[in-house]
């Protein structure tokens, strides 16, 4: 997947630094971004942790955006 939205998850990642700084924010989510991702997830308690280690990063899901909003906006 590409698109705005991963760019700018990318780019909050970065923020706080998760994403790592030498990687360019490039909108396309694959290992790098779904890492950041999980790393995130595991460092904010965004679910159990059973729930966050079946999914690795691979999914954005509500209870991630409702984490990343608290933070962002």
């Known amino acids: 997947m590409r698109n705005k939205d991963v760019e700018n998850l990318q780019k909050a990642l970065k923020s ?3 994403f ?3 990687v360019d924010t490039t909108g396309y989510y694959g290992k790098i971004t779904a890492l950041a991702v999980y790393k995130f997830q595991k460092q904010y308690k965004v679910a159990p942790a059973p729930e966050i280690e079946e999914l ?3 999914q954005v899901g509500p209870k991630t955006r409702l984490a990343l909003n608290k933070i962002f906006i």
């Open 56 to 58: 690795r990063g691979k």
């Open 16 to 18: 706080i630094g998760i």
């Open 20 to 22: 790592p700084i030498i």
